[in-house]
């Protein structure tokens, strides 16, 4: 068993913990003054071994995914070791506002193609036939590799996988060991019975998750941090995926080192019960 990548469509892999950059360059608006702090940040992450970067076209209003592009120029990685997926904003969802959204993107990436285009949330009465006519030419052309969405029910998911031309590779939505009130919905179950990938974002709930007595202990067992063990607990289960963020590089070596820490049956077991 390959335990750093989740294969889906028996032919792409997926690093199962990427890097997510929320508040890389900035909140909603780009903060030049986080330039120095987040440019290192994704130094660190490539360094230590990241190779998929999760952003979003508002992520600093465009400046996260400009720093992403810089910082892997800088570094010398390889495009093509890489897996890059940004969002089109929910304002822009008709046909021509789609094509814009990407080019900008890509303009911003400094790159040719994207490798996970996803709707970053579903906007009430969203017209699927138009917005999917967009994203599948961008598949055609292209521009993008595979196609996903953030934030969507099963039901808005399964509408989706009817309007696509290509499977719809992931749902992002939020999911962490002590939070799983997205996931009630059958979001999880739906992704693991259709060979599509659970993207789990806030895994450490934008670090404000509170390491109990069950998770320090197994920490221990594992000679590892709670927050590595919330992580390798999220990565254990069928179809899933992570992007924690941090700025910390010992936060982001932890993060991605947490690959590597296989809980037993019975620590998922009494893990399981967390929530
Ligand atoms: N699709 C969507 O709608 C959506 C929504 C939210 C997020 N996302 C994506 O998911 C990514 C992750 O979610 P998130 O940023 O909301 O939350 P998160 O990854 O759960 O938490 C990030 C926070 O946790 C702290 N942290 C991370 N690792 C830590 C560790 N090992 N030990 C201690 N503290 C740690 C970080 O602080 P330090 O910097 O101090 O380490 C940071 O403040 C985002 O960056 C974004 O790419 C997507």
Redesign the pocket.
Known sequence: MNTTYETIFNEEQIPKIGF???RIGGGSHPDPAQDSVSRAALRTALQVGYTHF??AEVYADGHSEELIGQAIRETGVKRDALFITTKVDPEHLKYEQVFKACEGSRQRLGMDYIDLYLI??PLAGMKFEETFRALNKLVHDGKVRHLGV??FSVKLLKQSQEHSETPIITN?VPYSITDRSYVKNGILEYCQQNDILLTA???????RLKPNQILRSIAEAHNA?P?QIALAWLISQPSVVT??????PQ?IK??FEAVNIILTEKEIKSLNGLA
């Open positions: 997510g950059t929320w999760d952003t970053h949330w953030s934030n992002q974002y806030s895994p450490v709930e934008k670090g941090k927050y992007i924690p963020m941090s700025l910390n936060h932890e993060n």
